[in-house]
């Protein structure tokens, strides 16, 4: 009986001590990383905060052109185009274009080593994937930003329509541009239906923010999430109609859908709201880039 319990007394001491080795291990891991993921973290807070400035000034442009203050409704490249004229502007761009290659950065962190844990399932890869894109989009936009603060030339003319002008002299090019388009009504309505819920607000780290902080980030996430995913849907739209018409001048980004919805029935009105939603937007990214949950190299 001794015997037994001696037995047993020492297999949990061989228990205890391959626990204490696993967490010793762990916590080694976790210090030999957390020498360079906060850099990673600071690099994407950076860059969403980047990506906010570009989306509120497309926002205030839109809101002037609504008003008849001289602005206009413009994409991503067309606003930093707009920045470059302004005093400081060079100086933004420089800022803009290093902070979105933070967020480059952090997106390709996101698809590959997957912090969030999304798995490797079909819904887990299909986001991971949606990551990766996104970081191919934005490495396009800080490429720009920084060709202009160079002076280096301009942001070109239409992409959409170069681009699809381009797909369809390929074999099955008007089903590839359908694709794209109805991914991207896909994507505009996980992002309305996002604001809609205030899905998002799981997204930040509520314990660190104060009362005033999170109604600004609620209000300005839900209104700017449903503003984009209406401009967004109708980019898809667009892209849909350029397949089915084979005609590339069909294909419209966020400029060609702003100008759209200018051009409707009380058009204006509505360009200005949705403007505002823009901004909002811009201000939701901003904020996001302070109190996002960035679970790389640390728990949070």
């Known amino acids: ?11 949990g ?8 080795t696993t967490q010793q291990a762990k916590r080694k891991a976790d210090d030999a990383g957390e020498e360079v993921k906060p850099w990673i973290r600071r690099l994407g807070r950076f860059g969403y905060m980047a990506k906010g400035s570009v989306y509120g000034l497309i926002g205030i442009l839109a809101v002037m052109a609504a008003a008849g ?20 502007g060079e100086i933004l761009l420089w800022i803009i274009g290093i902070g979105l290659i933070g967020y480059i950065i952090w997106e390709f962190v996101r698809a590959i080593l997957d912090p969030e844990h999304k798995g490797k399932d079909a819904k887990g890869i299909v986001t991971r994937i949606g990551y990766f894109i996104s970081g191919i989009i934005y490495g396009s936009l800080a490429f720009t930003a920084i060709k202009i603060a160079m002076n280096a030339g301009s942001g070109g003319g239409n992409s959409e329509q170069t681009i699809s002008a381009r797909l369809l002299q390929e074999p099955f090019g008007q089903w590839i541009i359908g694709l794209v388009g109805v991914v991207i009504i896909g994507y505009a309505a996980y992002e309305f239906y996002n604001g809609l819920k205030e899905r998002f607000m799981s997204k930040f780290i509520l314990k660190d923010m104060n009362q005033h902080e999170k109604k600004i980030a609620r209000n300005a996430g839900k209104l700017g999430l449903i503003a984009r995913g209406i401009v967004l849907g109708m ?10 018409t084979a005609d590339p001048d069909q294909s419209k980004g966020l400029d060609g859908a702003l100008s759209e919805l ?11 709201i949705v403007a505002v939603g823009l901004i909002l937007y811009g201000i ?5 880039g302070r109190y996002a949950r960035m679970n790389f190299g640390k728990n949070e």
Request: hydrophobic fraction near 40%; glycine fraction near 12%.
């Open 1 to 11: 009986m001794q015997n037994g319990h001696q037995i047993l007394d020492r297999m």
């Open 262 to 272: 200018a051009q409707q029935p009380y058009g204006m009105i509505l360009l200005g």
């Open 235 to 244: 980019v898809g739209f667009f892209f849909i109609q350029t397949a089915y």
């Open 69 to 88: 203050a001289g602005g206009e409704t413009t994409d991503t490249s067309g606003a930093l185009q707009s920045l470059a004229g302004m005093p400081f």
């Open 13 to 20: 001491e061989v228990s205890d001590l391959r626990n204490t």
């Open 284 to 288: 939701y990214e901003i904020i996001r």
